[in-house]
């Protein structure tokens, strides 16, 4: 799995923007906060937590990387961040009216086991987000440009790998026990600034990051030189629009 250690204020500059546009469409589906608890798992730096909390939800953020941790209690001071992680959350059964958890479940080693927590701390709300088009198409793109050979990136073993599709989010979330969940595909356009999508890459986040930072003087030029031509032909009004798009998935324990 890919080590985040150490990557906080990186992520805070580039992809913490990208996540965050999930914000809406969880907060549709979870309705009006009047006055319910949630908790944030894998918080990152804060973002959505924030935007929960700026609709009223009283949040609680867990987060294992202690950077991020660091950044999101300095950023969002009023809401506690606590120190944990799938599949052993540091809280009660049905501790919380709502759980959510952006972008965690494609991160972590056993997704079921991990959804099966998740249910477990909810007294009422889960949902759970992974990606179905993620960053990844552009970071290719430079490669093929740069013409370097893009790593395959982590997978996990047959047995606990799921199809990366609204289809296999639902499948793999029924075997978790999720039954009766709701899943559907959101899109949204990350506008993304050259600087943020170059910090994700120099930080080291995720899988492109990794990628760079293993690569050697003059490929790191090639990939850098490849990133600035990809941008230069996508940019418009100084910012690169990339769309994304993401299965969410909703369960209610009532």
Avoid at 39 to 52: I, P, R
Avoid at 60 to 84: F, K, L, Q
Avoid at 92 to 103: G, T
């Amino acid at each position: 799995m890919k080590d985040w250690a150490g990557t906080g204020r990186a992520y805070a500059d580039s992809y913490a923007s990208l996540c965050v546009g999930t914000a809406a469409f969880l907060l549709d589906e979870l309705g009006e906060a009047r006055g319910r608890t949630l908790l944030d798992v894998g918080s990152g730096t804060g973002s959505l937590s924030a935007a929960f909390a700026g609709a009223g939800w009283s949040v609680t953020g867990c987060e294992p990387e202690s950077t991020m941790r660091e950044i999101a209690s300095r950023e969002h001071a009023g809401i506690p961040v606590v120190d944990g992680a799938l599949p052993q959350l540091p809280f009660q059964e049905r501790a919380f009216d709502a759980v959510v958890a952006n972008f965690v479940l494609n991160h972590v080693a056993d997704p079921r086991i991990a959804a099966r927590d998740l249910s477990r701390v909810s007294a009422d709300l889960v949902a759970a987000t992974v990606w179905t088009n993620s960053p990844t198409w552009l970071w290719r793109e430079v490669c093929d440009r740069a013409g370097l050979t893009p790593s395959a990136g982590d997978r996990l073993p047959p047995e606990k790998d799921f199809e990366r599709t609204v289809d296999g989010f639902a499948r793999m979330l029924d075997d978790a026990g999720w039954t009766g969940s709701r899943v559907s595909e959101v899109t949204w356009t990350w506008s993304a600034g050259v600087a943020a999508l170059w910090a994700s890459a120099e930080g080291g986040i995720g899988g492109a990051g990794q990628f760079y930072r293993a690569l050697d003087s003059s490929e790191r030029g090639a990939f850098r030189a490849a990133f600035d031509a990809v941008c230069s032909q996508r940019t418009v009004d100084g910012r690169v629009p990339l769309e994304h798009s993401a299965a969410m998935a909703i369960r209610s324990r009532r």
